[in-house]
């Protein structure tokens, strides 16, 4: 995903000095296909399943976290936070 420059918040009265304001969603959607379908079918592992559904462009939670955190929107530790590694 290359560098990009990260930010964290300051804090406020507002926002209890925590530098954080609302909530943001962060998603992981897999994409349907055929040959997902056809692991599914032979019951194949769940690593299996996500390695095949990674190469057909499926969003993790950690990449929907990382684009976040690239808009300024998260932090770093957020990020860590609520997402595993892919």
Same mark, same amino acid.
């Given at each position: 995903m290359g560098t990009f420059p990260?930010? $964290?918040? &300051?804090?406020?009265q507002a926002c209890n000095n925590t530098g954080y304001r609302g909530r943001v969603a962060i998603y992981?959607? +897999?994409?349907? =296909?055929? $040959?997902? +379908?056809?692991?599914t079918?032979? =019951?194949a592992s769940a690593p299996e399943i996500k +390695?095949?559904?990674m190469k057909l462009g499926m969003m993790t939670l950690r990449r929907s976290a990382i684009i &976040?955190?690239?808009e300024g929107i998260t932090?770093?530790?957020e990020v860590i936070r609520t997402s595993s590694r892919d």
């Open positions: 990260c930010f $964290q918040g &300051k804090g406020c992981e959607g +897999r994409p349907l =296909s055929e $040959q997902i +379908r056809e692991l079918l032979v =019951s +390695r095949e559904a &976040k955190l690239k932090t770093v530790e």
